[in-house]
């Protein structure tokens, strides 16, 4: 049984930073994503990371300011995310796949509970 849970969520002001995390318990060895949703806009993909980590994808709009990491040996997902903006608010949703590079949630089998993200300006 494959477990996600998603910490770090909050309130932040524009220009400032938070970090996310994702707690994997059960199977190992996933590419791990983040993805965020609105209620204008599908959950879309922002970042990912391969196993070894030698692999990683930002999204255009996170690129520069978010960036993602894992320790495998606690088998937990990072992202650290600067420089917000108003746009960032969004739920926030870790997610292990199997292959690199899935975009589309329905190629996702596991999935956190979502932590929210709210940029105030």
């Known amino acids: 049984q494959v477990h996600l849970e998603e910490s770090g969520g909050g309130l932040a002001q524009a220009g400032g930073s938070l970090r996310l995390t994702c707690a994997v318990s059960?199977?190992?060895?996933?590419?791990m994503s983040w993805f965020r949703q609105t209620t204008e806009k599908e959950r879309e993909l922002i970042s990912a990371?391969?196993?070894?980590?030698?692999?990683?994808y930002y999204e255009d709009s996170v690129k520069g300011r978010f960036t993602i990491s894992r320790d495998r040996t606690e088998n937990t997902v990072y992202l650290q995310m600067n420089s917000l903006k108003r746009e960032d608010t969004a739920v926030y949703y870790c997610?292990?796949?199997?292959?690199?590079?899935?975009?589309?949630?329905?190629?996702?089998?596991?999935w956190g509970q979502g932590t929210q993200v709210t940029v105030s300006s």
């Open positions: 997610a292990a796949g199997t292959s690199w590079l899935l975009t589309t949630p329905q190629t996702y089998a596991w």
């Open positions: 990371i391969s196993w070894y980590s030698e692999k990683t």
């Open positions: 059960g199977r190992t060895r996933f590419v």
